[in-house]
C-alpha cells in the first residue's frame, strides 16, 4: 500500500522528523481561492514569501511532468493550484496512461542549501533493516547506484538492538555534515527509524533530504511503503488509503482477497498460488503470447471467489481469451468447476476460455465441465493448455 506526500509528512511529524509546513487542496469549486486562502494562513503563519504547489499522486517525476510548481505570490499560487489540479501527469513511474491530479499540496518554500537522498528499507540479503544515504540528494537512488554504486552509504541495523547513534553518525559523517548538523542528524534519523517500524513500512524514502541555509534538515519529500501483511494493525494508515489512486481491477481484487496485478498481455490467468502462477505466465510467454495479468485465489478459493476473479479479469479490454490453471489441494477441483460454470454463464462468456485442473476431486471437476454445455477448452497439461491457449488468440 502507497499514500500521498503530504500523508507521509504527517506521519513523520509525529515522530518528532521536520517536514516543511503545507496545506491540502482537494478538487472541486474554487480550486484558486482555496489555494490562495491556504497560502495566505501559511504566510500568516510562517512569514514566508516563496510557496511550492505540488500534485499529489502515487509516482515520482511529478516536477519534470509539470507538477511542481514554486511561486512568489499568493496569486501565482492560485493560479498553479488551478494549472495542476485535474491535470493528467505522466511520468516513468505512471506509465503512458499518466495519473489524473485530484488533490494538490501547497507547501511553505525551503532556503535549501544541500540535498541528500535518505531511505531505510527491510534487505534480505542481510535479513536486517537497512538505512541508506546518499550526496546525490534529488536523484533516482537506481540511478545512483548504477552510476555511482560509491556514493551509497549504508548502516546495516540489527533490529533485536535497533537504531543506534553510530548509524546516525556514520551517515552524517559520509553526507558531509558538521558536528552541530551530525547531532541533528542523529535524532532525525532515529525518528524516521521509529516511523518505519512502528508503522510496518516496507520502504521509506527521503528524497531529497535537505540542509536549510541556515543549518536545518528537513524531510523536503517523502515516499512510504506499507508491509500489507501488516495493515490489519495500522489502522490510521488504512484510512489513508485513497482508492483513486489505484488500478480499479486492483481495488475490486483486494475486496475479495485475490491476488491481483494487472499486465500488458491478451490471456488473462486465473492460478491457485503465486509460484504456479508464475510459471503459468512464463510458458505463455514461451508460446508465443504475453499474460495479461497475475491473479492468485489462493488455496481456500470458493465458488464465489472464482465468480469475482472472472469478472475482474474480464473487466480488462486487452483479455482476448483465458486459462484457468488450478492444482486442487486444500482447494477441490470440482468446486473450481462449479465456479467456472458459474461465471461463464452469469457473464456471457465471448472470449476462449481454456482450462485445466489437476489433484483432489479431478475427475469429478472435469465431468462437471464436460456436461456444462458451454464452450470450454479442457487441457491435459500446462503444455497443452498453454499451446491451446495461445491458439485461441491467434486464430
Known amino acids: 500500500m502507497n499514500i500521498h506526500e503530504y500523508q507521509a509528512k504527517s506521519l513523520l511529524k509525529q515522530f518528532g522528523v521536520a517536514v516543511p ?4 487542496v482537494e478538487e472541486g469549486a474554487n480550486v484558486g481561492q482555496r489555494a490562495k486562502q491556504a497560502a495566505t494562513e501559511l504566510q500568516s503563519e510562517c512569514g514566508n514569501q516563496v510557496w511550492v504547489v505540488k500534485a499529489q499522486i502515487h509516482a515520482g517525476g511529478r516536477g519534470k511532468a509539470g507538477g511542481v510548481k514554486v511561486c512568489k505570490s499568493v496569486d501565482e ?3 498553479a493550484a488551478e494549472e495542476i489540479m485535474g491535470k493528467t501527469l505522466v511520468t516513468p513511474q505512471t506509465g503512458p496512461e499518466g495519473k489524473v491530479v485530484h488533490k494538490v499540496w501547497i ?9 541528500f537522498y535518505l531511505g531505510i528499507v527491510v534487505d534480505r540479503a542481510y535479513s536486517q533493516v537497512v538505512m541508506m544515504a546518499s550526496t546525490e ?6 540511478e545512483v547506484a548504477e552510476k555511482s554504486p560509491e556514493k ?5 541495523i540489527d533490529p533485536t538492538t535497533g537504531y543506534q547513534a553510530f548509524h546516525g553518525r556514520k551517515l552524517a559523517h559520509a553526507l558531509g555534515l558538521d558536528k552541530d548538523q551530525t547531532r541533528q542528524a542523529v535524532q532525525f534519523f532515529q525518528g524516521i527509524y521509529n516511523c518505519f517500524m512502528q508503522k510496518d513500512c516496507s520502504l521509506v524514502e527521503i528524497n531529497p533530504l535537505i540542509l536549510t541555509t541556515d543549518g536545518k534538515l528537513f524531510a523536503l519529500d517523502a515516499k512510504f511503503n506499507f508491509d500489507d501483511n501488516a495493515l490489519y494493525r495500522q489502522k490510521d494508515v488504512v484510512e489513508m488509503r485513497d482508492l483513486q489512486e489505484e488500478n480499479p481491477q486492483d481495488v475490486e481484487a483486494s475486496k475479495y482477497d485475490l491476488a491481483y496485478i494487472a499486465l500488458d498481455g491478451s490471456i488473462g490467468c486465473m492460478v491457485n498460488g503465486a509460484g504456479l502462477a508464475m510459471a503459468t505466465m512464463d510458458i505463455i510467454k514461451l ?8 491473479l492468485d485465489v489462493g488455496g481456500g478459493a470458493t465458488k464465489e471467489k472464482v465468480t469475482q476473479a472472472f469478472k475482474i479479469i474480464l473487466q480488462d479490454p486487452k483479455v482476448k481469451a483465458i486459462l ?32 485445466r485442473l489437476e489433484g483432489t476431486n479431478v475427475e469429478k471437476g472435469k465431468e462437471l465441465l464436460a456436461g456444462s454445455g458451454l464452450e470450454i477448452t479442457p487441457a491435459d497439461d500446462l503444455e497443452d493448455a498453454a499451446k491451446k491457449v495461445v491458439a485461441a488468440v491467434k486464430g
Open 107 to 115: 507547501e511553505v518554500g525551503s532556503s535549501i542549501a544541500k540535498e
Open 21 to 24: 509546513e503545507g496545506r491540502l
Open 152 to 156: 551509497i552509504i549504508k548502516a546495516v
Open 324 to 355: 484457468v490453471n488450478i492444482f486442487g489441494g486444500i482447494m477441490k477441483c470440482d468446486v473450481i468447476a462449479e465456479g467456472v460454470i458459474a461465471a461463464a454463464q452469469e457473464l456471457k462468456l465471448t472470449v476462449p476460455l481454456v482450462v
Open 137 to 142: 540528494g534529488g536523484m533516482e537512488i537506481e
Open 77 to 79: 499560487v492560485a493560479t
Open 287 to 294: 508460446h508465443g503470447e504475453e499474460p495479461a495479468n497475475f
